[in-house]
């Protein structure tokens, strides 16, 4: 990363600058991830918690997770990581298949993906990985084969995810070229089925619509976003939510860095209305295991039980959802059709 030094500068400063945002000063989660942050190095790190922790609290068990890529990890890395405080790491494997990972671009092999994820075992019981389907040419068969070997070697959790093609991007443009195939919905949806079929046999937990974990081994930071629990993000691009407005920093790392250098926080922000509030409600809760809570919704919002139920009618009584007295949750085949049902629902 160029200018390295500078970026890790601004960031100690915007942390300084955003004590109090959260309102609080205790810190259950830390995540290091978006980009690439294992380029960071061990001192790097260390002096960003400490940082925080001069700043703020965190806690003794926090959950503290880094994102690193297979070709990232080394034993010395592995070693100074847990030295400095990490005690999570999320592995973007993405597949143990070698013309998938070279379909999408990714720099390491098959052959690392099983053995950095192995090495990482020695070093890390808390462990995520990354899976993809859906892509061109992946068959059903292939992908289960994908999702046995992390079956097989014990992950704790995984975060599996459909292809996207995002506009504009390499990739888009193969697609239109007739370079690559485009991807097939139906043939995604066959294999996300598949998926929550293997995974529940497995006796992980599907505790949110890309997520799986064991018994105790929920990613306590990633279930913060979906109770709604307030977060801060620092560094160019990072993301911020407080409960009535949501602010976002500067991409660009130069003028990160320069406007932080003059004690200036780089972001826009916008300021959600009541039905905004409502709305990000049901869409981040309807995606999780425990669905929309009936006592949640009514006092937060003032939104009765019988009033969701006559909105989520046609939903329930197609299969897609299902209600008790306390909530109303997404079946298998609701997964699917997640995006669309909570849109459907909103105020």
């Known amino acids: 990363m160029r200018y390295k030094a500078d970026v890790v500068k601004a960031i100690i400063k915007e942390i300084e600058l955003q004590k109090d945002y959260l309102g609080t000063k205790e810190i ?6 978006g980009g690439s942050p294992s380029v960071l190095s061990i001192e790097e790190l260390s002096t960003i918690l400490q940082e925080l922790n001069s700043q703020f609290h965190i806690i003794t068990n926090a959950e503290i997770t880094l ?13 100074g990581w847990k030295n400095a405080g990490i005690n999570r790491l999320s592995i973007g494997i993405q597949s143990f298949f070698e013309e998938d990972l070279q379909w999408m671009n990714r720099a390491h092999n098959a052959e690392q993906a099983v053995n950095t994820l192995k090495l990482a075992q020695t070093f890390f019981s808390n462990i995520t990985i990354d899976l993809i389907y859906g892509t061109p040419g992946l068959s059903n068969k292939k992908w289960e084969e994908n999702v046995k070997m992390a079956i097989s070697l014990k992950v704790p959790h995984l975060s599996c995810y459909a292809l996207t093609v995002e506009p504009k991007t390499p990739l888009d443009k193969l697609i239109r070229t007739k370079v690559y195939e485009n991807v097939v919905p139906e043939k995604q949806s066959e294999q996300f089925l598949l998926l929550m079929k293997w995974m529940k046999e497995a006796g992980y937990e599907h505790y949110e619509i ?3 974990c064991l018994p105790g081994w929920r990613s306590k930071h990633n279930s913060s976003y979906w109770q709604g629990v307030y977060y801060l993000g620092i560094g160019p ?8 407005e949501r602010q976002w920093n500067v991409a660009n790392n130069n003028l990160y860095t320069e406007s932080l250098s003059k004690s200036i926080l780089p972001f826009e922000k916008e300021l959600l209305t009541p039905t905004q509030q409502l709305n990000e409600y049901i869409m981040i809760s309807l995606r999780t295991a425990e669905g ?7 006092e937060r919002f003032n939104i009765p039980r019988e009033e969701l ?8 009584s197609t299969g897609k959802m ?21 849109a459907d629902l909103f105020y």
């Open 28 to 33: 259950e989660t830390v995540y290091f991830g």
């Open 67 to 79: 994102e690193a890529n297979p070709d990232d990890i080394t034993e010395e890395k592995l070693r």
């Open 210 to 212: 890309s997520n799986f």
């Open 237 to 244: 691009s990072a993301h911020s939510y407080n409960g009535t």
């Open 292 to 298: 929309i809570n009936f006592n949640t919704l009514n």
């Open 309 to 316: 139920l006559r909105k989520a009618a046609c939903f329930i």
């Open 322 to 342: 299902t209600a008790d007295e306390m909530a109303i949750v997404l079946t298998d085949e609701g997964k699917l059709l997640a995006d669309g049902i909570a």
